[in-house]
């Protein structure tokens, strides 16, 4: 009994590794065949664009006028002077 139970273990041992080494092979690897674009033909060279006007200058008077002063922060108040020290002696 075993020598039966021996020899079925046997025989499952070499199938998983028969089967194991079946699926471990690797596929050809297959090499992506290069195909080159053939050469666009030259293109014919192009004319230089004509040159935009010069934009007219705008008047003063169309500038927006400032701010007024009313509306501008009020300014920090002066810091007061400081004493002359004492002359040493």
């Known amino acids: 009994m075993k020598k039966v139970l021996a020899i079925f273990v046997s025989v499952l041992l070499l199938a998983s590794l028969s ?18 674009a053939p050469a666009a033909p030259a293109a014919p ?20 006028p400032a701010a007024p002063a009313a509306d501008a922060a009020p300014a ?8 002359p020290a004492p002359a040493a002696k």
């Open 45 to 64: 060279a192009a004319e230089p664009a004509p040159a935009a006007p010069a934009a007219p200058a705008a008047p003063a008077a169309d500038a927006a």
């Open 76 to 83: 920090a108040p002066a810091a007061p002077a400081a004493e």
């Open 19 to 36: 089967i194991a080494a079946v699926g471990c092979k690797q596929a050809p690897k297959e090499e992506a065949t290069t195909v080159e």
